[in-house]
Every structure is written in C-alpha cells, then in structure tokens.
C-alpha cells in the first residue's frame, strides 16, 4: 500500500512541487515579461523598450528617452500523478519588478526584484513496513521559502555593436523542510529531521553582446553570458528528534556544516536573427556546472549519523531554448500590426540527484501577446500575456503538468524628451 498527497504550500514560495525539496529548491526562470511568451528567451536578444536581464550588455539598447518599468504576476495550475494517484493544486506569487534608463550615450542601467529559487510543498506517503502487514508508516514532507535577488546592473556600447553589462545582485532568504517518520504501532519512535538555512550573499552576472548587420533589413545579434561560482555565506543546519510516543522523551541531535551552501558557475550562448523588426527568431543555450559541487546531506551510515558535504548531490544542468516573435509593424496606426506574437520551447536536463539517480527532465512550451496600451498619454507601454505548459518527468517518480499564466505590464515613459516652446 502506498500513497502520495500534495497541499498548498505557502504563498511566498509559489510552488507546491515535491521536487522543491531538492537542492536550493526551483530554479527561477529569471526572464521578464516579453521573455516569457519566447519560453525564457534572450541571451541574444536586444530591445529598446523592454528589460532583458537575461543578458545585462542589453541594456546599452535602452531608448534614450525613456525611462521602463516592468512587473509582473503568475498564476498555475499543476497536476501531480504517481502509482495512478492524482492531485491537483494551484498557486499564484508576483514574479518580478524591474527597470531600466539610458544614464548617458551607450549606457544602460536597470535594477529589480527577482526570486532566484522556490521552495514550497506539503505532502505524505505510507504504506506498510517491510514483512509486517500490521504496522504502518507514515512520511510527511514539508518545506517553505526560497532565495530572492535584488540588482543593479549596467550594460556599455564601448565599440560599435558591440556589448559588454554585468548585474550585481544581494542574495536572501530562508529556507526550511522537515521529514516526519510515525508509525501506527507506538512502540516505534517518531523520528523528525529538520532542515533550516539562510542565505544573505552576493552574486556577479557578465554580458557580452554584439549586432551585426547583414543589410539593410537583416541583423544578427550573438550573446554570451558567464555568472560567477562561489559559496553562499550559509551555515545549513539539521536537527533531528527522535520522540517515545509512549512517554513523550525526545532525544535531539543537532548537526551543522560550515558555509555549506554553493551556487555554481554558469555559461551561456545566444543568436538572434531579425528581419526588418518584423520577425525575429532566437536560440538559447545554457550549462550551470552544478556537478563541480557539494551538498549538504544527512546519513547514517553502521549506525553513525553525520551530516556531511557530498560530491554525488548534483548534476550539470543544461539548458536549450528556441523561440521568436512577430510584430507586423510597431509603428503603424493599425492596433493589430502592433501586436507581437511571441512562441518558445525549452528541454532541460535536472541540477540535482534523487537517490543517487538524475532528477526530472523538464520540457516547456510556450505562446503569448505583446499588446500596446494606447492612449492620449501614452503609446508605448505594453501589457505581456504568455501561457506556459511545462512536463518534468523521470523513469519511476512523480510526474508533473503545469499550465502557467503569466502577465506582466511594461510602463515605458518618455521621462527624458526635451519640449520646445517657440
């Protein structure tokens, strides 16, 4: 007998993934808006009236008059199904909030608010103890928080289409789970282990982009991204107790590991093609080397518990992306020619072992509208609507289907424009 259930989990963490439980938790997509609807996007990608942090050299694109800001929310709905058992649960969480200006000739500045990763998820499984039809255990599993990142970043035009930008980010956040072992027959112990961590460090993101034109109605732009490797200035914890059920005595150990938190180096690659600013059409390529680190993981090993760092936790994580978008003309009077129809697919391969085996792939589709708010103010801000369907699965675990929507509303005003009074 066994089975599986999933609960909401906390709104800050915007996730109710049992996979959350694993690592530093859900990797954020890290994308914006317009990103989105292109399935993540942009390393490529250089836009003169959105935020792309993707790639920090594209802010030296920013329009000069203007002055952009762009948040965003997310609400999804996810199905979780193992051992023909189905749940399903619902979440909502505000993405991002971030900005971007032209400081002086061929510099760009942007800073936001982004998560970094989610944790969230609440659910059991039981089943009966191996040889005993009689007694029945029960393992809950919770946990709540995640990593949050705050930036500033510049991007320079220093030679003609050509790039360079970097984001430096503040990293915080709490993260903490807990795993709960009862059994129907009293006379065995409850056993409770509980995992706590914060994080407040720094992270370093490099851009280089460069635009080269084909003619006079053909670019091509190529991305290059390098984030820094380092630890996380977090000192991981893991109490556990063990609880007579009879007489209420509880034994409690508690282990730490000194700065035992890392996050990996990573690099990325991107090409952009566009065709009158009529069709442009991207790929993504992304390796975080994972695998160059260590985790902190509870074992007992001839009845010796240690919590200890291990070098058999994680996996390089790659990531491809293909994607474009289509606006038939930004500047015409027609409201449909403004409208940008935007598509992307991803397939990505986990950061992160589940006994000793590789976690979930991950593929991804997406579509969605850039629609231009027009009024007598303003005509240059858009509202990004993109849905999202994302499938993790792996050999023998749980599998998950998520339908996402994601709205962002980008407020481009012309902050900078200098008026003549003849």
């Not at 032209?102 to 990763?117: E, K, N, Q, Y």
């Not at 103890?129 to 255990?137: E, F, H």
Request: hydrophobic share 35%.
């Amino acid at each position: 007998m066994a089975s599986v259930c999933a609960t909401a989990a906390v709104a800050q963490s915007g996730t109710n993934s049992p996979y959350s439980q694993y690592g530093l938790g859900l990797l954020n997509e890290q994308s914006s808006g317009f990103n989105r609807g292109m399935n993540g996007l942009g390393i490529g990608f250089r836009e003169h009236n959105q935020v792309n942090y993707i790639n920090p050299a594209s802010y030296s694109a920013v329009d000069s008059l203007t002055f952009i800001f762009d948040a965003g929310i997310s609400g999804q709905i996810t199905n979780f199904s193992e051992n023909g058992n189905k749940v399903n649960a619902k979440n909502a969480d505000f993405e991002y909030a971030v900005a971007a200006f032209r400081a002086f000739r061929h510099v760009g500045v942007s800073f936001g608010i982004v998560p970094f990763t989610n944790v969230g998820y609440n659910y059991s499984t039981s089943g009966f103890l191996d040889g005993d039809r009689t007694t029945v255990y029960t393992n809950t599993y919770s946990g709540s928080g995640g990593i949050h990142q705050a930036y500033v970043g510049v991007g320079w035009e220093f030679l003609k289409g050509l790039s360079v930008g970097v984001n430096a980010s503040y990293l915080w956040g709490d993260i903490d789970r807990s795993v709960v072992n009862s059994y129907s027959d009293g006379s065995i112990n409850t056993l409770s282990k509980y995992y706590t961590a914060t994080v407040s460090s720094y992270n370093l993101d490099f851009g280089l982009q460069y635009l080269f034109n084909v003619n006079k109605k053909n670019a091509l732009s190529v991305g290059l991204t390098y984030s820094l490797g380092h630890k996380l200035n977090s000192d991981p914890t893991c109490m556990v107790i063990s609880t007579n059920t009879t007489t209420a005595v509880a034994d409690t150990s508690s282990y730490s590991v000194n700065n035992g938190f890392e996050i990996p180096s990573s690099f990325g690659a991107g090409l952009m093609w566009n065709h009158a600013n009529r069709l442009k059409i991207g790929a993504d390529f992304l390796l975080q080397k994972w695998g160059d680190i260590k985790y902190p993981v509870y074992k007992v090993i001839d009845n010796v518990p240690s919590y200890a760092l291990s070098d058999d936790y994680y996996s390089d994580r790659y990531k491809f992306t293909l994607g474009g978008e289509f606006c038939n003309n930004e500047a015409s009077r027609k409201f449909i020619d403004r409208v940008r129809f935007r598509a992307g697919v991803s397939y990505v391969t986990p950061y992160y072992k589940i006994n000793g085996v590789d976690g979930p792939d991950e593929i991804s589709v997406s579509a969605g509208f850039g629609i231009p708010i027009i009024n007598a103010y303003n005509n240059r801000s858009m509202l990004n609507i993109s849905g999202q369907w994302v499938h993790s699965s792996a050999k023998g675990m749980l599998t998950e289907n998520t339908f996402r929507i994601n709205i962002g509303f980008t407020f481009n005003e012309r902050w900078f424009m200098k008026w003549k009074v003849d």
